[in-house]
Each structure stands twice: as C-alpha cells, then as structure tokens.
C-alpha cells in the first residue's frame, strides 16, 4: 500500500493545476521531499493524499479556452502561498481553465 502511495503521490504532483490550491493542500507531502527531512508517512499525509485523490476525481471539470472571448484571472495571497484562476465565461457560465498555486519557504 505504502509503495503504491508514494507512486500515486508522484503522478498527482503531474496534475496540480486540475486542483484548486494544488500547493496548499500538498503541503504536508511536499514537506517530506525537502532535503535533510525523514520520510515519514504519518495520517496527516495519508489524508492529505486521500483529499488530492478526491479531487482529482470530482469536478469541476477544466475547460479548453476559447479564443476572441476575454479571460477572468483570479488572484489570492498569503504569507505562506500564492494562488490563481484562469476562467472564461462560456455560454453563461465562468468555467474554470487552469489553477495555479505555490506555497512560500
């Protein structure tokens, strides 16, 4: 099981503009990568890979933009991340198009 989570781990790191606040909520799995830290998988990592999991599976679903239509662009800060929207209106609704999120040193 444990093997197999890290592999998963690694591909949803592949996936994180799909997820609203990508960074934010990896945040306890990201930790475990930086130098010098022991590699332990407590609960709080294996909720936080269970969440990701969620999203990742669940909508919204992402839509390809349209080109001549204007973009909505999202912004939000803090001292410990950054974070973005890209989106559009189509058809009446603003439909997602990507996420962006970094968490700080």
Not at 24 to 43: C, M
Request: contains cysteine.
């Amino acid at each position: 099981m444990f093997t197999s989570s890290v592999v998963s781990w690694a591909l949803c790191t592949y996936y994180w503009k799909f997820v609203k606040d990508f960074s934010t909520i990896a945040r306890p799995l990201h930790k475990l990568t930086e130098a010098k830290q022991k590699f332990i998988w407590t609960n709080e990592c294996n909720n936080t890979f269970n969440k990701l999991k969620e999203a990742l599976t669940s909508a919204p679903i992402l839509a390809y933009p349209e080109t001549g239509k204007q973009f909505i662009l999202d912004t939000d800060a803090s001292c410990e991340s950054i974070g973005a929207v890209l989106s559009q209106e189509i058809d009446g609704q603003e439909r997602i198009i990507t996420y962006f999120s970094k968490c700080l040193p």
